[in-house]
């Protein structure tokens, strides 16, 4: 699977960059939790075209628990080609699955 390569144009890969565990974890109930904080008006809710940065990082932050830092890194990063390496291994995976 996709979990254990290294990518090729980063030979100096940093140990924050370490792809080697899983890069999806999967949290017990946390759709049921989300739904929980969104009533309580505990997170803010996705309703708009574009998001301001406080979604952004509410999303971050959320994402932090369930998805490997590298893979999250790669899909806010600045450049979109880096998007589109984070699309291509979420696609990977989910067709190994």
């Known amino acids: 699977g996709v979990q254990g390569k290294k990518v090729l144009s980063k030979p100096n890969l940093k140990e924050d960059d ?3 565990g ?5 949290v017990p109930n ?3 939790q989300r739904m929980k904080e969104e009533k309580g008006l505990k997170v803010l809710k996705w309703n708009f075209t574009t998001p301001r940065d406080e979604y952004i990082e509410q999303l971050k932050t959320q994402m932090s628990t369930c998805v490997a830092k590298w893979l999250q ?3 806010f990063h600045a450049d979109f080609q880096h ?4 699309l291509a291994v979420m696609i990977e995976v989910s067709l190994s699955l």
């Open 73 to 75: 890194d790669e899909m």
């Open 30 to 32: 946390g759709k049921e």
């Open 22 to 26: 899983p890069i999806f974890i999967i």
């Open 83 to 86: 998007h589109n390496k984070a």
């Open 18 to 20: 370490d792809k080697s």
